[in-house]
């Protein structure tokens, strides 16, 4: 009698699953083309990915099958998206891309999320001549990488970049006589935080800043009221923090309630999040961050639309549209090689420029993007990209007023 | 050594010369699974040579580990790479020794607790002095090949599988399980507790930074966030007591058949893995209290009564 049950069960689920993917495979005679999916679900980059990696792939995957599919030699092929989770461990990436070419047959597997776990995987997308472009790793070694591994592609730009972009803000506000030339500085001491002060220090130095205050956190520590007091008490005219998510919250709203009167203030990963704005609203005014889009152009506007359509959530103003642009990326070259093969494509993403929601997308001969937004800034509840390295639609930028 | 003792290292050597034909199959997947059972094999075997007899749980594995990781990191570019592995051994077993003095005259939780901060210890220190010298992570650029890390492994999971036999059936090994069953008794009897205790974790702990060493080509990439993961000590512990700590053997049954669980979970419940893996472990510890060597000996014994009922 149980059995029975569970049979009927059975039958009915299956049935219902076949209906729910029927319509993706309407054609039975065109294969749909496998795309693999690596990425924290769980673990402790799973809040990042969930936020700016999965949800584009659903919009993309969504998109391209409502059209039809991807035209591969005139001949259009919907995609089928196989999804891992690796835990944001290296072992388990590794797993899942090797799972992904050699058992699920994958025909393109997407780049992984951060920079540990694509390096990570650098070797296997590189034993079967998957591309791998990649958009949340950041790194300084895009000419070792890119020899050793020559599919690999990076379009979120380096650390050296984004500090000195941060640097370049205050320079030119200085010259235009807005801020004095004392900074205080603090960062988080982890990977990231580490690399982006080591970066902003010399730069700041040889652009004839006075660092008042220089002073590092550990990651996760709970009270960060010291190091706020401490550099508010510095009496500088600019504030930068090399901050990732938690401690970017952290520190601007202790800085709020201390009130530090300072005309910038940076904090690094994070300030580009709707949920930052959502959280301070008109106090997040004026803040400056690392990130940034052309938030005023057409393809944003379309992208963002799209975005909160299919998945119900607003893509932040940095690594999101950076990802989105990666699929596109790899969608133009498939159909623009108009094939399959793999070796053709990787060729066919060296030699071409791609039209992306960030705007051209050009790797140069080391398989880098070297345009990409460096500092944005919060006005009027959009976060603005203020300097780049070479994309066009910067706003000026503004002094920070008070905390109101 | 008698016959039976020939048998055994006969039966061992050929079983290893089996595995070290995996690479030959062709196939990357059975590779890579064969370097996750190779690491865990070495991890949980030389946890259980020191955890088993002496029943101190151990969570120090990604300490050791991470350890071994970043000598390679640190040193692949300067130092010939064969050496690298022996430099992170001597290196684990020393960090092991300190520990060990520092810590094995205490007992029980308070072991527990030391090991498992331990992995956090020198996490924090080698993130301090990043912090100080503003060097980032580490990249490890060669042309190590999966072959070559599962080769690597497979030797060391024989040298290990060696030195347990040895200490087995030596005066330490008679010594640890004396000291397992009441460490009072032993202590009566003229055994130099401390010591017995400190040279085996010391054994353990080389292992563990050596499997790192050489596990840190495959990563390229060394942070320590990564290096230091706190759930490889507990992947190990769980796997080693799954196969059961009373035998030399006992971890290797243990990890073989986690790893396919693991991959079977990873594979089908890609939106729900910790959830599956959870469920997994209430159904073993229910199902297997004693781990799979209870389960093959309840079978062994099994089949003798059936003999005698002949």
């Known amino acids: 009698m149980k059995r ?45 990915s969930t936020v700016s990696h999965w949800p584009n792939i659903a919009l993309w995957a969504g998109q391209i099958n409502a059209r039809g599919g991807l035209n591969v030699g005139g001949t259009m092929h919907p995609v089928e998206i196989i999804e891992y989770d690796d835990q944001t461990n290296p072992g388990e990436t590794i797993k899942a891309v090797q799972r992904l070419a050699t058992q699920d047959e994958a025909d393109f597997i997407l780049a992984p999320y ?94 004839g800043f006075d660092i008042v205050y220089d002073s590092s956190y550990p990651l996760g520590t709970q009270d960060l009221s010291p190091v706020v007091k401490g550099a508010a008490n510095a009496g500088p005219d600019a504030f930068l923090a090399w901050s990732y998510p938690g401690d970017t919250f952290a520190l601007t709203e202790l800085s709020q309630i201390e009130g530090m009167d300072v005309k910038v203030f940076y904090t ?117 990209g203020v300097a780049s390295t070479g994309r066009e639609g910067a706003v000026d930028v503004k002094i920070k007023t008070g905390w109101e | 050594m008698t016959l039976p003792d020939w048998k055994t290292v006969g039966g061992a050597a050929v079983l290893f010369g089996l595995a070290a034909l995996l690479p030959y199959s062709g196939s990357g997947y059975y590779l890579g699974l064969g370097i996750t059972i190779a690491m865990f094999a070495v991890l949980a075997t030389s946890w259980a040579l020191f955890s088993g007899p002496t029943h101190y749980i151990s969570l120090a ?49 308070y072991f527990v607790i030391f090991t498992l901060g331990l992995a956090e210890l020198v996490r924090q220190i080698i993130t301090w002095s990043q912090n100080r010298s503003g060097q980032k992570g580490l990249y490890v650029l060669t042309d190590m090949t999966e072959a070559g890390i599962y080769w690597q492994l497979l030797g060391l999971a024989a040298a290990v599988f060696l030195a347990g036999w040895l200490i087995a059936r030596s005066r330490l090994g008679f010594a640890l399980r004396i000291i397992g069953d009441d460490e009072t ?13 400190v040279l085996l974790f010391m054994v353990s702990g080389g292992v563990a930074a050596m499997v790192g060493a050489i596990l840190a080509p495959r990563f390229v990439y060394i942070e320590p966030s990564l290096a230091f993961a706190p759930i490889l000590s507990f992947q190990v512990v769980i796997m080693a007591l799954l196969g059961g700590t009373g035998r030399l053997w006992g971890p290797l049954v243990g990890v073989i058949p986690f790893t396919f669980l693991l991959e079977a979970i990873a594979s089908n419940f890609p939106n729900q893995t910790t959830l599956a893996l959870g469920v997994a472990f209430l159904v073993i510890v229910y199902l297997l209290p004693r781990g799979f060597v209870g389960l093959i000996e309840d079978a062994k014994a099994r089949m003798r009564r059936t003999e005698g009922a002949l």
Do not use: C
């Open chain 2, 185 to 197: 008794v032993a202590a009566h009897s003229g055994i130099n507790t401390a010591l017995a205790k």
């Open chain 1, 114 to 207: 951060g920079t540990g776990l694509n390096i990570a995987a650098a070797p296997i997308f590189a034993r079967y001549g998957y591309p791998q472009i990649t958009s949340t790793a950041i790194t300084d070694q895009v000419a070792e990488l890119s020899a050793q591994f020559p599919n690999m592609f990076f379009t979120l730009g380096g650390s050296k970049g984004l500090a000195e972009g941060a640097v370049e803000v205050l320079v030119n506000l200085r010259d235009a006589g807005d801020i004095g030339s004392k900074v205080a500085m603090v960062n988080v001491a982890d990977a990231f935080g580490i690399e982006l002060a080591a970066a902003a220090r010399p730069a700041l130095e040889a652009a």
């Open chain 1, 4 to 48: 029975r049950t569970l049979m009927k069960l059975t039958a009915a689920t299956s049935l219902a699953l076949s209906m729910m993917h029927g319509p993706a495979f309407a054609d039975a005679h065109v294969d749909p083309i496998v795309i693999g999916a690596v990425a924290p679900k769980t673990g402790p980059l799973a809040g990042g």
């Open chain 2, 61 to 109: 594995t990604a300490a050791f580990f991470g350890v071994g990781t970043y000598v390679t990191g640190l040193g692949f570019e300067a130092l010939p790479y064969w050496t690298l592995p022996l430099i992170a051994g001597v290196a684990g077993a020393v960090l092991a020794g300190l520990v060990g003095l520092a810590t094995l005259r205490l007992s029980g939780v």
């Open chain 1, 268 to 384: 690094a990963v994070g300030a580009s999040f709707p949920a930052y704005y959502g959280r301070f609203g008109a106090a997040a005014e004026n803040i400056i961050g690392a990130g940034g889009v052309n938030a005023d152009s057409q393809a944003f506007q379309d992208y963002r639309a799209a975005h909160m359509a299919a998945t119900g959530a607003e893509p932040d103003y940095w690594a999101s549209a950076m990802m989105y642009s990666s699929l596109q990326v790899l969608e133009q070259a498939i159909e623009g090689a108009g094939t399959i093969d793999r070796a053709v494509v990787s060729q066919y993403i060296k030699d071409n420029a791609f039209e992306t929601v960030v705007g051209t997308i050009d790797f140069d001969a080391q398989n880098n993007n070297a345009s990409f937004w460096t500092v944005g800034q919060w006005q009027d509840g959009v976060f603005r």
